[in-house]
């Protein structure tokens, strides 16, 4: 799976978030997101994190095999 396709992903899934994805080690697999959406709002940060492993859900089992959240709401 691709950096681009792993940001589309968690747009479609959390629809009117922005996402930014980095590769510290530009090596495709060891990867963050930082991602700002307006329904993380009043929610803690474990939840927050589980609403973008949720976008993400089948592609974690086997296709991704590091990725470290940053979460933030407007």
Wanted: proline share 4%; glycine share 8%; net charge negative.
């Amino acid at each position: 799976m691709t950096i681009p396709e792993i940001q589309k992903k968690i747009e479609e899934g959390l629809p009117g978030c922005t996402v930014e994805i980095l590769d510290p080690y530009r090596d495709g697999v060891h990867i963050k997101a930082v991602v700002t959406y307006q329904g993380f709002a009043g929610k803690g940060l474990i939840e927050q994190h589980r609403m973008v492993y949720a976008t993400l859900k089948e592609e974690l089992k086997e296709e991704i095999h590091a990725l470290a959240l940053e979460t933030r709401s407007e």
